[in-house]
């Protein structure tokens, strides 16, 4: 029996962006290519203010920060780790800048269990939500920067690929946030798509999908979609990335979401570049400005937006 999800209002649209603060001067070993501002720290105000006026042009409302792995992470009690250190820390500063600033994306923060499911259950996931909530929410001043979704700040958990839960979505809920789960490549994971194959069966979001996106819905209505300016075929060989294309694959991939209409659209991503997701400048996927693409990537973002919110 086919499904047929109704498309949101473009007035209530939202396009998000995957935002990585993970750059410390060591972490520019294995990268795929060279940011246009350079080698940068994920706590530099130069480069997070930058940033910030790029995408808030490009009309993104959204950046979606990844403290995917942070789970076992305590600030102030979990020792030598530097690099989760700068993935939270960071953060606080990009809260600061954005607070002086006229115009900013706000923040959603994006949270996960991938290498301990036993969070769910054990307390950490709780625990690390309510840091959230008590470093960003609290504060007035900072409130109004987070990224709201039906009337709570969003708050996306990342569980794994595959997702350890194949037969639905963990039991887990945060009374001060939207809250949503995410896995990646849902069209692999064939127990997680419905009977038409494009829609995800128990509303998981998808953080990368290879070829047409899945439709995470909501209440009836198409309510998420990824797109992503190159997808990986790794792990995978029946399926050829097309890589980017000159842009091509980044307009198809939008040109999907158009079609649906969803009430949000995840771009990934910004700023990973590491080589482990990303073989090559060809096979990568982030849009920030860099030497070896210009600004062309943010160029069709823009131009993609405005389409999405105007209903093209």
């Not at 990934?268 to 860099?290: H, I, L, R």
Request: some cysteine.
């Amino acid at each position: 029996m086919s499904v047929i999800l109704k498309p949101s209002n473009p007035k209530d649209r939202l396009v998000g962006l995957a935002y990585s603060t993970w750059f410390q001067d060591a972490n520019w070993q294995n990268v795929w290519g060279t940011p246009e501002l350079g080698y940068y720290r994920s706590d530099d105000r130069r480069v997070i203010r930058q940033h910030a006026e790029w995408i808030a042009e490009a009309g993104v409302d959204y950046v979606w920060v990844d403290w995917s792995n942070d789970v076992l992470y305590t600030p102030g009690v979990t020792k030598g780790r530097t690099d989760f250190e700068m993935i939270e820390n960071s953060v606080k500063v990009m809260f600061e800048e954005y607070s002086q600033m006229k115009k900013h994306p706000k923040i959603s923060i994006f949270i996960g269990c991938p290498d301990w499911p036993k969070a769910v259950d054990d307390g950490k996931l709780t625990a690390k939500a309510d840091q959230v909530y008590e470093w960003f929410c609290k504060d007035p001043k900072y409130r109004k920067i987070m990224q709201d979704y039906l009337g709570k700040p969003l708050l996306v958990v990342y569980v794994n690929t595959p997702t350890p839960w194949q037969t639905g979505i963990p039991k887990w809920n945060h009374p001060k946030f939207t809250v949503r789960w995410m896995t990646g490549f849902i069209t692999q994971q064939p127990y997680l798509m419905d009977e038409t194959k494009t829609i995800s069966r128990y509303g998981y979001w998808s953080w990368e999908d290879r070829g047409p996106q899945t439709i995470a819905p909501y209440k009836g209505t198409a309510e998420a979609m990824v797109c992503v300016a190159c997808y990986r075929k790794e792990y995978d060989d029946s399926v050829q990335s097309p890589g980017r294309r000159n842009g091509q694959t980044f307009r198809e991939q939008w040109a999907r979401v158009r079609k649906i209409g969803p009430r949000i659209c995840n771009v990934v991503s910004f700023n990973e570049w590491t080589k482990g997701e990303q073989p090559s400048a060809e096979g990568s996927k982030d849009v920030e400005p860099s030497k070896e693409f210009g600004h062309l990537y943010l160029k069709i973002l823009k131009e993609e937006i405005a389409k999405f919110k105007r209903g093209l």
